[in-house]
């Protein structure tokens, strides 16, 4: 497969929320030539600990701050000559997007309204080509809405339908970036993906919460029955996706990012209990702390990913088995923290 583009200088956004310092790390590690930038607000779901491998590399610098901050971001694009900005800087969680949704509009819409238009400005007076200059923005499955049980997976071509605050926010910043493409011409790709897991993620989410759980012998909160459905991607294979459409995919071009990997919350929650009973056995078994709590307003029913256009075209595929991964995660978070 041909390089199409090689970034030197890259500007993540987010680089310590859960994916973007999984992509920094991975980035430093596998391209040992790339400079890496990272801004993030270090809101309560950021963390620099995760990056301390990566802490004192010459190849790395960390910078707190706003990416709704213009005059921030024309700084750094000038100082650090950014030839690339992979964006995953957002407000992720559903729940929170329903009871503060402001957040959202600010950071997802208005924070990638600025980071477009300091690319462009940036680049453009630097009379830079598309070859020499790349904008990635990480978007989510959420915007395409909610699928019946037996139906086809979302395509790139699944007409959006956000069902949250948080899901429309994310739709806007999609639409915000093709239009930039479409309008001025500024060289972007874009992703969607399915729900990520791994190590370092943050305790709000899914899987943290029944291994956290677990390990503090608390109630497993299930929204509703249990049967809502996920498509879950392991971290890193989602950086390697990330690395693998900034460098080969075509400019404008959008791809899907799947872990092939669907589960019913209820039979996900029962998955991890067994494990957790043979990681760490007590007199009892982790089932038993499964609990049906009152399902959230707008609970999408299910998410599927159909990723045969990145499988065909990037020639990327899933490495992580889920049984591996979460393994992985388990270990994480139990290196973290102290069981009852």
């Given amino acids: 497969m041909t390089i199409t583009y090689q970034p030197k ?26 400079h890496l930038v990272n801004v993030d607000k270090l809101t309560y779901a950021g963390s620099l600990n995760h990056l301390k491998e990566i802490a004192t590399s ?17 700084q750094l694009m000038t100082h650090y000559h950014i030839d690339t900005i992979v964006h995953f800087a957002a407000e992720s969680h559903v729940d929170r997007s329903i009871h503060s949704p402001h957040a959202f509009m600010e950071t997802n819409v208005m924070g990638t309204f600025q980071l477009l238009e300091a690319a462009k400005t940036y680049w453009f007076d630097a009379k830079k080509e598309a ?40 739709a806007a910043s999609d639409h915000l970036v093709m239009a930039y493409f479409h309008t001025y011409g ?26 956290n759980a677990c390990l503090k012998k608390e109630m497993i909160p299930v929204y509703g029955n249990g049967q809502n459905k996920r498509d879950w991607l392991y971290v890193e294979d989602h950086c390697r996706a990330i690395d693998t459409i900034l460098r080969h995919a075509p400019v404008g071009s959008r791809y899907n990012i799947g872990g092939c990997n669907e589960w019913e919350n209820i039979h996900l929650a029962k998955y991890i209990c067994e494990k957790m009973d043979k990681q ?24 599927a990913i159909d990723e045969k256009k990145i499988r065909n075209e990037l020639q990327w595929a899933p490495l992580e088995t889920f049984e591996t991964g979460i393994l992985k995660t388990i270990a994480s978070i139990m290196n973290t923290t102290t069981p009852l």
């Fill in 280 to 303: 760490l056995p007590f007199e009892g078994s982790y089932l038993d702390l499964l609990r049906f709590v009152t399902d959230r307003p707008g609970h999408d029913f299910r998410y």
């Fill in 9 to 34: 200088n890259i500007l993540v956004t987010g680089g310590a929320g859960f994916i973007g310092g999984h992509f920094l790390c991975y980035m430093h590690k596998t391209h040992p030539t790339v």
């Fill in 131 to 170: 070859s020499q200059c790349r904008f990635h923005h990480i978007g989510t499955d959420e915007v395409f809405g909610s699928l019946a049980p037996h139906q086809a997976g979302f395509t790139e071509e699944t007409a959006y339908q956000p069902r949250s605050p948080y899901s429309a926010s994310k």
């Fill in 186 to 211: 500024l060289p972007i790709t874009l992703s969607n993906c399915s729900n990520n897991y791994g190590p370092h993620q943050h305790s709000e989410k899914f899987i943290p919460t029944i291994i």
């Fill in 58 to 74: 010459n190849r790395y610098h960390f910078i707190q701050g706003d990416i709704c901050d213009a005059t921030l971001l024309k």
